[in-house]
């Protein structure tokens, strides 16, 4: 028996079950989503900050839509337990510096608290901020 003649015709690769497919560049795409996702996780997280126990019709009701609301704000489905650690410390940073800084800071949505300490260390350097007394680590000028 004869072996089977070999196409001359085809290019290489061809027929052969090869699949060429071109890749984008998305990162743009992925940066506003993370700014997107950044303001959706804010909003979850206020909503479950802010539940109120008489808007529901009992225990088992507020259990339920409070485990919905921390869930929806943390997603573990897409997050590790770092960076779930990440979010609540970094909420109580916050919650803990001054008001009028508090609010300057919370503005620029800070992704960690290694970049909320940065914005807090750039606020305490420009003049005019208040912070209570024993609060700023830099000197009058």
């Given at each position: 028996?004869?072996?089977?003649?070999?196409?001359?015709?085809?290019?290489?690769?061809?027929?052969?079950?090869?699949?060429?497919?071109?890749?984008?560049?998305?990162?743009?795409?992925?940066?506003?989503?993370?700014?997107?996702?950044?303001?959706?996780?804010?909003?979850?997280?206020?909503?479950?900050?802010?539940?109120?126990?008489?808007?529901?019709?009992?225990p088992h009701e507020a259990f339920s839509q409070l485990w919905e609301l921390c869930r929806r704000w943390l997603r573990p489905e897409l997050r590790t337990k770092e960076q779930i650690l990440e979010l609540l410390v970094l909420e109580q940073f916050l919650s803990v510096l001054p008001g009028g800084v508090q609010d300057r800071v919370r503005e620029r949505l800070p992704g960690s608290g290694e970049e909320a300490v940065a914005l807090v260390e750039v606020l305490q350097k420009q003049p005019g901020t208040a912070w209570p007394q024993g609060l700023s680590t830099v000197s009058p000028v």
């Open positions: 028996m004869a072996a089977p003649p070999e196409p001359q015709d085809e290019a290489p690769g061809e027929g052969e079950g090869l699949l060429i497919v071109k890749v984008e560049d998305s990162s743009w795409e992925q940066d506003s989503a993370q700014q997107e996702d950044s303001r959706d996780s804010e909003a979850c997280r206020q909503r479950f900050r802010h539940f109120c126990y008489r808007d529901v019709g009992g």
